[in-house]
T-cell receptor, first 112, second 112 residues
Framework: QKEVEQNSGPLSVPEGAIASLNCTYS??????FFWYRQYSGKSPELIMF????GDKEDGRFTAQLNKASQYVSLLIRDSQPSDSATYLC????????????FGKGTHLIIQP | DAGVIQSPRHEVTEMGQEVTLRCKPI?????LFWYRQTMMRGLELLIY????????DSGMPEDRFSAKMPNASFSTLKIQPSEPRDSAVYFC??????????FGQGTRLTVV
């Protein structure tokens, strides 16, 4: 059974600092990796995807992938109070056309 | 684009009643997913369609659950008969390419 593991938190980070969110996955056949943000009472919102080992940057967000270690991370630079949310890691054997397996999420709190 | 549209947003029903959830995917997307989210189990993939054809329904918990996609712009998830343990937020999501799935606002189902 495919599993995606995340620390549930809460992870508390001061405003302006770097928030680091981590995720491990069990299926070595996974090819596509996604980070979603979910505010309380709202739906998951796609913020980044990554397919290749290494780093991928998009604005204040950087996704990091290490397939050998089956590890994905998300860095949020210059954290803002509006970044406070639950961050969900998701993996897929194929691309977005396949069903995603989600972790249970990490609750991030940015302290003003 | 209006995004993925789900209805109703909230549903309260009595145990034993039939419940039908509806979803309109983003125009042009060829994959559609139904997810269920609870505090205990997180986001679970129930079923997904590709080009209106069900590809994987292994996540459907019981025969009480059924899903259809009669055309590219509409899908339903039906629970008959409903039970209190079906109470959850049900999300529909759609995707087109390898870049992840986009979620609707969800239907909060309460079975009393």
């Amino acid at each position: 059974q495919k599993e995606v593991e995340q620390n549930s938190g809460p992870l508390s980070v001061p405003e302006g600092a770097i928030a680091s969110l981590n995720c491990t996955y069990s299926d070595r056949g996974s090819q596509s990796f996604f980070w979603y943000r979910q505010y309380s009472g709202k739906s998951p919102e796609l913020i980044m995807f990554i397919y290749s080992n290494g780093d991928k940057e998009d604005g204040r967000f950087t996704a990091q992938l290490n397939k050998a270690s089956q590890y994905v991370s998300l860095l949020i630079r210059d954290s803002q109070p509006s970044d406070s949310a639950t961050y969900l890691c998701a993996v897929s054997e194929g691309g977005g056309a396949d069903g995603l397996t989600f972790g249970k999420g990490t609750h991030l709190i940015i302290q003003p | 684009d209006a995004g993925v549209i789900q209805s109703p947003r909230h549903e309260v029903t009595e145990m034993g009643q039939e419940v039908t959830l509806r979803c309109k995917p983003i125009s042009g997307h060829n994959s559609l997913f139904w997810y269920r989210q609870t505090m205990m189990r997180g986001l679970e993939l129930l079923i997904y369609f590709n080009n209106n054809v069900p590809i994987d329904d292994s996540g459907m918990p019981e025969d009480r659950f059924s899903a259809k996609m009669p055309n590219a712009s509409f899908s339903t998830l039906k629970i008959q008969p409903s039970e209190p343990r079906d109470s959850a937020v049900y999300f529909c999501a759609s995707s087109f390419d390898l870049h992840g799935a986009f979620f609707g606002q969800g239907t909060r189902l309460t079975v009393v």
